[in-house]
């Protein structure tokens, strides 16, 4: 038999129980059931044989039939891929069998406490059936037990005790197999909470800044902050927008996906913060959250990498694409809006003014306010670029940002 074919072909047909926790790992979603059936029917098998020695014949012929059906859910879960069938046959036969064995080795103490197995049963109809079915089966378990218990003496009254040495081996057998069935299920259980929550960090930090990610974590509700001085970056890249209505959609999104990877690198390479694309557009904060007086250098080296990044990139993508940047440094307002597809972003007239800066920029060129200017004119090159009407503010100067300065320019970005 080809082992490797045979646990593909059980991927590719494998259907979930509606509700179950552990659905991470399909290999281990497939694995698990064949593996703890055979490992149910063996001991099922070998307490039935213990069982025959020590003529106990009727509780034996139960236990065959149980490890019987145990062998047939396996075999119908690898035809059919079926998983919730599996559940069901084994966790309802489990049930049957520990209570008919419980009532005919004459209760708890006798059977050496059959009954036991029915609390793995209803762990793992919680964790493989989801809660209606979960609580169906742990009702019946505990309805069971309890009536049982108050049936106690009535079943030790009807026969003799079974011999010891068969009550203790089932106390054993009772708890090893707990054990070696209820460690892996907790572990698969710990191993899938623990890759919930990891995805669900990188999930959350790809939209929020990491500092704001760990309050909105521990306190969710309303964020939001002013800050006297940031400097905000918008960059945006020329004459997209009819490029897009010339190339397949998969190109467009292929070449954006390229471009804006890079510059998320160069983010992360310069220490600021990405808040968002728009479109063809890109925006990027230095200064918020995490303050700092340099953010005004830090984002006119962002802001050359940029540029200088794009001749790599138009050579990978073949293309001529230009890159617009507008700077500007003052005090905004940033928090965090929406409550399901929450997104962290900026507001105030120092992020409509460089969002101007990057509209009245020429291709290839980054253009910045005369605060930019003034902040960084010791390790950055600029030239005047005349007056610009800007909406609310009138005619303001502003400055081409032209190059570096010697090398402390590279050592404030965090190179």
Not at 70 to 89: E, I, K, S, W
Not at 160 to 170: A, D, I, K, V
Not at 377 to 384: E, I, L, P, S, W
């Amino acid at each position: 038999m080809d082992v490797t074919g045979f646990w593909a072909g059980l991927e590719t047909k494998y259907r979930p129980p509606p509700g179950a926790v552990i659905l991470e790992d399909l290999k281990v979603m497939t694995r698990f059931p064949v593996f703890n059936g055979l490992f149910s029917a063996t001991n099922a098998a070998l307490v039935a044989t213990l069982m025959f020695t020590h003529a106990e014949t009727s509780a034996a012929w139960v236990t065959v039939t149980t490890g019987a059906v145990y062998l047939g859910a396996v075999a119908l879960f690898a035809m059919t891929g079926r998983a919730d069938l599996y559940v069901h046959l084994v966790l309802w036969s489990s049930l049957v069998q520990n209570v008919t064995t419980h009532i005919i080795l004459g209760g708890f103490t006798w059977s050496g406490g059959f009954l036991m197995w029915g609390i793995i049963v209803s762990v793992a109809g919680a964790l493989f059936l989801g809660r209606t079915p979960g609580l169906i089966l742990s009702g019946g378990y505990l309805i069971a037990a309890l009536v049982l218990g108050a049936l106690e003496p009535a079943l030790q009254s009807r026969r003799s005790p079974p011999e010891p040495f068969l009550s203790s081996w089932l106390t054993l057998d009772v708890f090893a197999g707990s054990i070696l069935i209820l460690v892996p299920l907790v572990m698969l259980l710990m191993g899938q909470i623990s890759s919930e929550q990891a995805r669900s960090q990188r999930l959350l930090l790809n939209v929020l800044p990491k500092t704001i990610a760990d309050r909105l974590k521990l306190s969710p509700g309303v964020i939001a902050e002013e800050y006297d001085s940031c400097t905000v970056l918008f960059a945006d890249i020329v004459g997209f927008t009819d490029h897009s209505s010339k190339v397949p959609p998969e190109r467009l999104v292929t070449e954006l996906n390229v471009i804006f990877s890079r510059f998320d690198r160069l983010v992360d390479e310069c220490g600021a913060e990405k808040i968002k694309t728009m479109g063809d557009g890109y925006l990027a904060v230095s200064g918020a959250p995490n303050q700092r007086p340099d953010h005004a250098l830090l984002m006119c080296e962002l802001a050359l990498r940029m540029q200088e990044a794009m001749s790599g990139i138009n050579d990978e993508l073949e293309s001529e694409f230009q890159l617009r940047v507008g700077l500007n440094t003052g005090r905004l307002v940033a928090g965090v809006v929406g409550t399901s597809r929450f997104s962290y972003d900026l507001w105030g007239d120092t992020v409509n003014v460089a969002s101007r800066m990057e509209t009245l920029s020429r291709p290839g060129a980054t253009r910045v306010t005369e605060a930019v200017a003034m902040a960084a004119n010791r390790h950055f090159a600029f030239t005047y670029d005349g007056l610009s009407e800007v909406k609310g503010k009138g005619s303001v100067p502003t400055y081409l940002l032209i190059d570096r300065i010697g090398a402390p320019a590279g050592a404030a970005a965090g190179r």
